[in-house]
């Protein structure tokens, strides 16, 4: 005992000079044995002093944003009450911080000790990062990235010299990133080194219940990637849900928009219905082949796990000319295709649709509800066939005698011109109705009048047992159009579509900002709810520019889950008031009459991330 107090006195008097002469200037201490300040220690006390931290007045700043219910709190939960239970009899605190040294609990064993934290504000809520505080073993684990025993002189600052503490990072399992901090303080004279072991020790068993808490499905995906990964020498990715992994290979061969482009593909290969293979061109000019596995978990579709191959790289202006055409090449140089998408899967989808016009073939386009499947059919027909007519045909206005010849159109006929029929949600045809369609579709298809047909299917799946799929022998050519959640690539250009659709001549515009909120929602329902969006917002700002507060509530909410209408009109009230408050969230709760740990809660929970 008398050996480590003599050793902080030497540790105390490097730190006075250190703190007098500054890091370059500061004369060897006497007394001080080489090793008596640990390199991490000295390191940190470098970094506090280039970040300006006063060691006689810092104060660590109150944040009331955090997440108290999330997954490091709840899988840390059981580990701090079997470690205070152990650790009963000495008078110490348990304290959890998220990654950016915010303390998220605190749980102490003695009342003493937790008023003596409480003076320097060791509580929730308040920020310990080493930029604020200085050295200390929360924020100083979180910069040297591993444990430490911090003790009495080896802390920056004044109000911290009374203490120890042991800090240990707390690691997400599968991707590595610090996820928290777990660290025990007490009175330096009550420590012990064995405080570093015990929290590392601890901090592994709820790196471990983070690893359980993992949903069956990442669970399922991980242990599937982690099998291909280790059976492949090429590049590896895996996309499920939040997820998204990749090996050394894959993070070598692709710059990261190229990685967010295979990942995007990837989320379509994983909800089609035929083998998860395929080959695209990105937009760096490499061509690369895909080999996906769907990992289920029961009826459910958990991710993909994908092998990566790059067949070709990005070729020069002459060779590319001479190149035999893909489908993705025809997509980007394609007049009647230029400009409709930017991403590749809006442009494979308009490529394959421009061919089957072009061919006269019968068409299935299927997608989600709101997709824009028939303004997108009807759009490139026009593009492809310029003097064509359209006509479409909702499925409940078709019956077994309203498609005969010549009733169907009263002008069609082989002088009258190019013409395409769109019946639309053929999959909710009545039986009658679609016995009707198919004598009209083999009529057509015996005469020699210039009728194209197309017909959209709304749903991921075809069911075999609904009346229409009889008719699918009818259709020479399928395309799937992509929900908008997977191509926001090209949600500038549909928002602009769409607003131009719906305002004519008026010549209103999409500020930056309410593009930004735009692009960030996940559009459930589509381009159906972005065109409600949109009229929403022109409720409020008929002319000009539309700005970001003009956009309904949900526009703000990244929320994975559905909102009750209770819910729904309290989320609506909190965006509402961000914006009248210009987004401080202080005068937002006042104006509420809220708290502000319950507003940040909201603000979690509804998933508003801007106002």
Same mark, same amino acid.
């Given at each position: 005992?008398?050996?480590?107090?003599?050793?902080?006195?030497?540790?105390?008097?490097?730190?006075?000079? +250190?703190?007098?002469?500054?890091?370059?200037?500061?004369?060897?201490?006497?007394?001080? @044995?080489?090793?008596?300040?640990?390199?991490?220690? %000295?390191?940190?006390?470098?970094?506090?002093?280039?970040?300006?931290?006063?060691?006689? #007045?810092?104060?660590?700043? &109150?944040?009331?944003?955090?997440?108290?219910?999330?997954?490091?709190?709840?899988?840390?939960?059981?580990?701090?009450?079997?470690?205070?239970?152990?650790?009963?009899?000495?008078?110490?605190?348990?304290?959890?911080?998220?990654?950016? %040294?915010?303390?998220?609990?605190?749980?102490?064993?003695?009342?003493?000790?937790?008023?003596?934290?409480?003076?320097?504000?060791?509580? =929730?809520? +308040?920020?310990?990062?080493?930029? %604020?505080?200085?050295?200390?073993? @929360?924020?100083?684990?979180?910069?040297?990235?591993?444990?430490?025993?911090?003790?009495?002189?080896?802390? &920056?600052?004044?109000?911290?010299?009374?203490?120890?503490?042991?800090?240990?990072?707390?690691?997400?399992?599968?991707?590595?990133?610090?996820?928290?901090?777990?660290?025990?303080?007490?009175?330096?004279?009550?420590?012990?080194?064995?405080?570093?072991?015990?929290?590392?020790?601890?901090?592994?068993?709820?790196?471990?219940?983070?690893?359980?808490?993992?949903?069956?499905?990442?669970?399922?995906?991980?242990?599937?990637?982690?099998?291909?990964?280790?059976?492949?020498?090429?590049?590896?990715?895996?996309?499920?849900? #939040?997820?998204?992994?990749?090996?050394?290979?894959?993070?070598?061969?692709?710059?990261?928009?190229?990685?967010?482009?295979?990942?995007?593909?990837?989320?379509?290969?994983?909800?089609?219905?035929? !083998?998860?293979?395929?080959?695209?061109?990105?937009?760096?000019?490499?061509?690369?082949?895909?080999?996906?596995?769907?990992?289920?978990?029961?009826?459910?579709?958990?991710?993909?796990?994908?092998?990566?191959?790059?067949?070709?790289?990005?070729? !020069?202006? =002459?060779?590319?000319?001479?190149?035999?055409?893909?489908?993705?090449?025809?997509?980007?140089?394609?007049?009647?295709?230029?400009?409709?998408?930017?991403?590749?899967?809006?442009?494979?989808?308009?490529?394959? @649709?421009?061919?089957?016009?072009?061919?006269?073939?019968?068409?299935?386009?299927?997608?989600?509800?709101?997709?824009?499947?028939?303004?997108?059919?009807?759009?490139?027909?026009?593009?492809?066939?310029?003097?064509?007519?359209?006509?479409?045909?909702?499925?409940?206005?078709?019956?077994?005698?309203?498609? #005969?010849?010549?009733?169907?159109?009263?002008?069609?006929?082989?002088?009258?011109?190019?013409?395409?029929?769109?019946?639309?949600?053929?999959?909710?045809?009545? !039986?009658?109705?679609?016995?009707?369609?198919?004598?009209?579709?083999?009529?057509?298809?015996?005469?020699?009048? =210039?009728?194209?047909?197309?017909?959209?299917?709304?749903?991921?799946?075809?069911?075999?047992?609904?009346?229409?799929?009889?008719?699918?022998?009818? +259709?020479?050519?399928?395309?799937?159009?992509?929900?908008?959640?997977?191509?926001?690539?090209?949600?500038?250009?549909?928002?602009?579509?769409?607003?131009?659709?719906?305002?004519?001549?008026?010549?209103?515009?999409?500020? %930056?900002?309410?593009?930004?909120?735009?692009?960030?929602? #996940?559009? =459930?329902?589509?381009?159906?709810?972005?065109?409600?969006?949109?009229?929403?917002?022109?409720?409020?700002?008929?002319?000009?520019?539309?700005?970001?507060?003009?956009?309904?509530?949900?526009?703000?909410?990244? !929320?994975?889950?559905?909102?009750?209408?209770?819910?729904?009109?309290?989320?609506?009230?909190?965006?509402?008031?961000?914006?009248?408050?210009?987004?401080?969230?202080?005068?937002?709760?006042?104006?509420?009459?809220?708290?502000?740990?319950?507003?940040?809660?909201?603000?979690?929970?509804?998933?508003?991330?801007?106002?």
């Amino acid at each position: 005992m008398p050996e480590t107090a003599a050793r902080r006195l030497r540790i105390a008097a490097a730190r006075a000079d +250190f703190l007098r002469f500054g890091p370059a200037d500061t004369p060897a201490a006497p007394g001080v @044995i080489a090793g008596d300040v640990a390199g991490v220690v %000295a390191a940190s006390w470098q970094r506090s002093f280039s970040a300006g931290v006063n060691a006689a #007045t810092a104060q660590a700043v &109150f944040h009331s944003d955090l997440d108290l219910t999330g997954r490091l709190v709840r899988c840390s939960k059981p580990v701090i009450a079997r470690l205070s239970d152990d650790m009963a009899q000495m008078p110490l605190s348990i304290v959890l911080t998220d990654a950016r %040294a915010r303390i998220l609990s605190r749980s102490e064993t003695n009342k003493t000790i937790g008023t003596l934290l409480d003076q320097v504000s060791l509580a =929730p809520g +308040f920020n310990y990062a080493e930029g %604020a505080v200085g050295t200390n073993g @929360i924020g100083t684990v979180i910069e040297s990235g591993q444990s430490l025993y911090i003790v009495g002189p080896e802390h &920056f600052t004044e109000h911290l010299q009374p203490f120890a503490c042991a800090g240990s990072p707390i690691h997400d399992p599968l991707t590595g990133r610090v996820e928290g901090v777990l660290d025990i303080s007490c009175l330096s004279q009550d420590s012990s080194p064995l405080m570093r072991s015990l929290v590392r020790s601890a901090a592994h068993e709820i790196e471990r219940n983070l690893l359980v808490d993992r949903s069956q499905r990442q669970q399922a995906l991980f242990e599937a990637y982690v099998r291909m990964d280790a059976r492949s020498r090429g590049a590896v990715m895996a996309i499920g849900g #939040t997820m998204v992994m990749g090996n050394a290979v894959a993070q070598s061969l692709f710059e990261p928009a190229e990685q967010w482009a295979i990942h995007e593909h990837g989320r379509y290969l994983a909800m089609g219905r035929g !083998a998860p293979v395929d080959q695209i061109e990105l937009l760096s000019g490499k061509v690369v082949h895909i080999r996906g596995t769907r990992v289920g978990v029961g009826d459910n579709v958990a991710g993909i796990v994908m092998i990566v191959d790059i067949v070709s790289e990005a070729a !020069a202006a =002459p060779a590319r000319a001479a190149a035999p055409v893909t489908s993705i090449d025809a997509a980007v140089e394609d007049p009647a295709v230029d400009g409709v998408d930017r991403s590749l899967l809006g442009k494979r989808t308009a490529t394959a @649709i421009v061919d089957a016009l072009r061919q006269r073939k019968t068409l299935l386009v299927m997608g989600e509800s709101g997709s824009g499947k028939l303004s997108l059919i009807v759009d490139l027909y026009h593009r492809v066939v310029p003097a064509g007519r359209s006509r479409v045909w909702a499925a409940e206005d078709v019956t077994a005698n309203t498609l #005969t010849f010549p009733a169907a159109d009263a002008g069609l006929h082989a002088e009258s011109g190019p013409m395409l029929y769109v019946f639309t949600n053929i999959d909710h045809l009545t !039986a009658e109705a679609a016995e009707g369609l198919d004598r009209f579709l083999v009529a057509l298809a015996a005469s020699r009048w =210039p009728v194209t047909v197309a017909a959209t299917v709304t749903g991921p799946t075809l069911d075999p047992g609904l009346p229409f799929a009889e008719l699918l022998a009818r +259709f020479d050519a399928s395309v799937t159009v992509a929900p908008l959640r997977h191509r926001l690539d090209d949600l500038p250009q549909i928002a602009t579509r769409v607003l131009a659709t719906l305002t004519g001549p008026r010549g209103v515009t999409i500020g %930056a900002a309410a593009m930004r909120v735009l692009c960030r929602y #996940t559009w =459930p329902r589509n381009i159906r709810q972005l065109e409600e969006a949109l009229e929403s917002a022109l409720v409020k700002r008929p002319v000009g520019e539309i700005q970001s507060e003009d956009l309904p509530g949900y526009c703000h909410s990244g !929320a994975r889950r559905l909102l009750s209408p209770m819910e729904a009109g309290e989320r609506d009230l909190i965006v509402n008031a961000l914006h009248e408050a210009d987004g401080n969230r202080v005068l937002t709760a006042q104006a509420l009459g809220i708290a502000r740990s319950s507003l940040y809660r909201k603000l979690k929970s509804f998933g508003i991330t801007a106002a």
